[in-house]
């Protein structure tokens, strides 16, 4: 198992900026990707951004975001701590959503994991 914590959701005013961090523990040997996933009242869960873990010579730090996202959010990672980060900038009341922090193996389905989700509010 892999226990996910997330901090650093809140209220901002739009055009404003958060950082989201997720810490794993556990059997963190299991997953290879982590991420961030969104879900709006009304609407399906969907993907923010995902990064792989590991160093640079083994796949690390390939990133994949949502086109929403692309050019306002910012994933990245600190293998040595475990964490993984989403610097969102330039806010918008859309953006409004409770985030959930994901861990997975591409390769093994039953190995993905879910943080408890926190809310992430955006005045207008």
């Known amino acids: 198992q892999v226990q996910l914590v997330e901090s650093g959701g809140g209220l901002v005013q739009a055009g404003g900026s958060l950082r989201l961090s997720c810490v794993a523990s556990?059997?963190?040997?299991?997953?290879?990707?982590m991420g961030w996933y969104r879900q709006a009242p009304g609407k399906q869960r969907e993907l923010v951004a995902t990064i792989t873990l590991g160093g640079a010579n083994a796949g690390g730090g390939q990133t994949v975001y949502a086109d929403f996202a692309k050019g306002r959010f910012t994933i990245s990672r600190d293998n040595a701590k475990n964490t993984v980060y989403l610097r969102m900038s330039n806010l918008k009341p859309e953006d409004t959503a409770v985030y959930y922090c994901?861990?997975?193996?591409?390769?093994?389905?039953?190995?993905?994991?879910w943080g408890q989700g926190m809310q992430v509010t955006v005045s207008s």
């Open positions: 994901n861990a997975d193996h591409p390769l093994v389905s039953t190995w993905t994991y």
């Open positions: 556990g059997s963190i040997f299991t997953v290879r990707r």
